[in-house]
């Protein structure tokens, strides 16, 4: 539901309030006249043109609805098991022209025959549709400037109203975007405590913006932008994991890793105007800036990253704990006079609540 709107005056209460205003604060009484004779809308009220009521807010503000539909599967054992699910979303927008709408699919599945053995892998896709009307978010600024035109005028359409009311509806501004992500984790378990683990993972995301002003209502001049999108990542993380004990007081952990990171962008855009008609939107058209003509946006960029490393703990009576780390890694953005960073590490920790002084020590709470 809208919010409450502002409450106007309609039809030949506009009028007479506004030859009201012009007789009682023009210069003159003359003066006043002749404003309002040089006003067709306020003197030619026998024209239906300008004898109307019209409520530009309910134009285009109106309660609206959402719906969504889900649909999910999930079976299986402890050894074999799955989930699946299917949805789709539409919002329409109580501003005009505006609204929302997206599909999403995603699965996941485990295999695990024994203990010590574990597959995991999942998948997402989306496909959303944003249409912003004729602004950005609550910046209507169609809206805004149309609903402010005189009640007298008629309801918008291409043969009466106003241009700017006319462009509310009649502008394109959708925004596509679409992702898909996939994982598989794999562990096994080599020896007791000594565990391996690989995960991959890619991440594709793309988004398209397409806009479309009709020359009705852009001066004569068609006006068409778009927008195009991708960007991509791949992850694949190797890993060793060690723990074990030495008695009670005895707990050593040991972990040591390889790891390679691709990242890929690129967006270009372009934008014409003056296309034959408002219903051939494209591709002919001419350049009006040539300073803005399109192409391949600076902003692309490919990233490759490679890294190994480890850390060594060991930890005395959950009191003394001593931790080493190291990492040695290679970016591309580092430049070829320094392609590895290498970054070592020492830390100490000491837990002085295990010690007997602090038995004493009541006002002094710590975690079990």
Excluded: C
């Amino acid at each position: 539901m809208p919010p409450e709107l502002k409450k106007v005056l309609g039809g030949k209460d506009e009028r007479a309030i506004k030859i009201k205003q012009i007789l009682e604060n023009d210069s003159t009484l003359y003066a006043g006249r002749d404003r309002i004779d040089e006003s067709p809308f306020l003197t030619d009220y026998l024209n239906p043109y300008y004898n109307n009521s019209t409520n530009w807010q309910s134009i285009f503000i109106k309660p609206q609805f959402n719906m969504t539909h889900n649909v999910a599967a999930a079976g299986g054992d402890t050894k074999f098991n799955y989930k699946a699910n299917l949805s789709y979303y539409n919002e329409k927008g109580i501003v005009a022209n505006t609204g929302f709408s997206r599909y999403t699919m995603s699965m996941n599945t485990e295999y695990m025959p024994t203990t010590r053995f574990r597959l995991f892998t999942s998948i997402t896709a989306s496909l959303g549709n944003q249409n912003l009307g004729s602004g950005t978010g609550m910046m209507q600024g169609g809206v805004a400037t149309a609903a402010s035109a005189s009640s007298l005028l008629p309801p918008p359409s291409f043969f009466s109203g106003n241009t700017t009311a006319l462009g509310v509806s009649q502008t394109d501004n959708e925004n596509k975007s679409g992702r898909l992500a996939a994982n598989i984790d794999v562990r096994y378990e080599l020896l007791k405590g000594l565990n391996l683990q690989n995960n991959l993972s890619y991440d594709f995301t793309t988004d398209r913006a397409n806009n479309f002003t009709p020359a009705a209502v852009n001066n004569n001049y068609s006006l068409r932008y778009a927008y195009d999108s991708r960007r991509e990542g791949l992850n694949n993380r190797s890993s060793l994991n060690y723990t074990t004990t030495f008695g009670e007081d005895h707990l050593i952990n040991a972990f040591a890793f390889s790891e390679a990171n691709i990242e890929k962008f690129m967006a270009k855009a372009q934008q014409q105007s003056g296309t034959p008609n408002d219903q051939y939107e494209g591709p002919l058209g001419f350049i009006s800036n040539f300073e803005r003509r399109g192409g391949v946006l600076n902003n692309n960029y490919e990233r490759r990253l490679l890294g190994y490393g480890g850390t060594f703990q060991y930890n005395f009576r959950k009191k003394y704990v001593l931790d080493l780390s190291y990492r040695l890694e290679g970016s591309s953005t580092n430049g070829p006079n320094q392609p590895y960073v290498k970054a070592p590490a020492i830390g100490v920790r000491w837990n002085f609540d295990k010690e007997k002084f602090m038995e004493s020590l009541s006002w002094i709470d710590s975690p079990p």
